[in-house]
């Protein structure tokens, strides 16, 4: 193989600079996110069942937010930590696909 | 006497037999461009060597209707022959009978010759072609599933066991071929997974082909469970003629010797490799110049190729080699680099394939998906792999050896028997830039100028230790050698190698982090 090959990248290992190919995998690999702890989203697709809780409710750790169905299994969304309900973006019925924002809490 | 009409009536029911699902199944089989079971083992075998058992065996179904129906072979064709005049047991699923489906007398007649495979210690080949478990036999397909499994685990190190997917192969199904040693696959005809892209459409809501899910290029590039990708039949059954080439029939016994040959190099070895050790190049290059023939037979060509793994001869004799590839990645170790040569490495241990290791890597692959992939556990198979191994084991440090990558890619400490470099190995605990950053951090802040500063200190470092001589003053390389030297000695080494004796500690077996 030529040096020369335009296809060849810039990779950086311990402050080093490398010249090399990439992989598929490695181009279609999930960069890291911090997730972000005032959001509620769907780690799975499913139905709302119910929604227990209004804007602007205070709730305590572990109080439930709403009921997830999905895979035939009812799954209750509950408070992450002690918190105000600031927007909920679903309603009792809706359809959902994966990682759909649930909630916003503060 | 009647002994005629009973061979005539014989051979009659040979016949119908052998036609497995008829002619409209077969037809369609073929529509699929796929060829009938019979056929594909055939075109294994050595000519007219296949000797079949159990074609008279019926299915037990007494549910649903079954018990009208007569199911050729119950799907399956098992039996023996040689390739190369050596004998090797194989079966074949007939998907042209009720879709090569599993059953109770299916998994039996694959369980048997698995048994006999195991106890005549040879070869077991699997051709895997169905529609996957027989839901009117219930329970009992599972049954089958698992005696099979329990077999492939058994057999595991003692006979190879290849597996080749021509055809559907999903849910439990899968899991013979993933516990066997190798695993062939075939653009547009290999399928295989778990859950199917119905199933995760009604669930998930995410629409897939079963190409994109389950297909031969996904398997040989991406999940990493398949080790041969063809474009067609033939082209696989050829590559599974060149494969058994290399290895033993058995653990108790070495691979063929054949002829030695001198490589076939056109230009000398140093001109493959670029001095710049930031510069890449194909190491596959670099394992034809020391091979006969310059024949390497890559196994896993398209996974993780950062890292090169496959048979080679030197001096007539199987080899196994398992390479750093600079020319993806820059040939760093990561998750699935390590998993793949961490594998190889048992094989070839179980089988007596010494194995000839070529490094030229800069660490390990950063990032937050490499940690949270289990980098640690998954480059621990790799340490563990190299250190259980008793075959012979040369490693030659052709560039990098940076950090824990020197000490993973078969170093002395790791039990190496042999370990070379060549003049333009660096062996260091890192490379020289990462080094200088850390070991002059105070000069180069305090200087006027850091940049140049460090230039200067990556130099100086370059120079004292970016080089192989400090680990050979150490003993820790054996010698430094001319790159044109490499195969002159990798053959004796391999050569004085020959009656290596490493005995272990007695166990039951390790815990290797799996």
Partial sequence: ?106 | MSFKRNILDLRKRKKEAQQGGGEAAIEKQVAMGKKTARERIKAILDENSFHEYDLFVEHTGRDFNMEKKVLHGDGVIIGTGTMYNQPVAIYAQDFTVAGGSLGLMHARKITKIMDHALKMRVPLIGINDSGGARIQEGVNSLAGYGEIFYRNTNASGVIPQISVILGPCAGGAVYSPALTDFVFVVENISKMFITGPGVIKTVLGEEISMEELGGAMVHSEITGNAHFFAKSEDECFEQIKKLITFIPWNNSQKALRFPIQEPLLKKSIEEIVPTDPHHPYDIRDIIKAVTDGSDFFEIMEYFARNIVIGFGRIQGNTIGFVANQPMYLAGVLDCDSSDKAARFIRYCDAFNIPIVTLEDMPGYLPGVDQEHAGVIRHGAKLLYAYSEATVPKVTVIIRKAYGGGYIAMNSRHLGADFVFAWPTAEIAVMGPEGAANIVFKKEIDEAENPAEMRKQKIQEYKDKFANPFVAASKGYIDEVIEPSETRARLIHSLEVSGSKVDPRPEKKHGIPPF
């Fill in chain 1, 1 to 106: 193989m030529k040096e020369s090959n335009s296809n060849y990248q810039v990779f950086v290992v311990n402050s080093a600079k490398y010249l090399t190919l990439t992989t598929t995998k490695y181009d279609r690999r999930k960069k890291w996110q911090r997730l972000n702890d005032k959001e509620i989203r769907s780690f799975i697709p499913g139905s709302v069942i119910e929604v227990y809780v209004k804007p602007g409710q205070h709730l305590k750790a572990g109080e439930v937010i709403l009921t997830l169905e999905a895979m035939k299994m009812y799954t209750r969304v509950t408070m992450p930590r002690d918190g105000v309900i600031k927007t909920l973006e679903v309603a009792k019925g809706e359809r959902l696909p994966k990682d759909t924002l649930l909630a916003t809490i503060e």
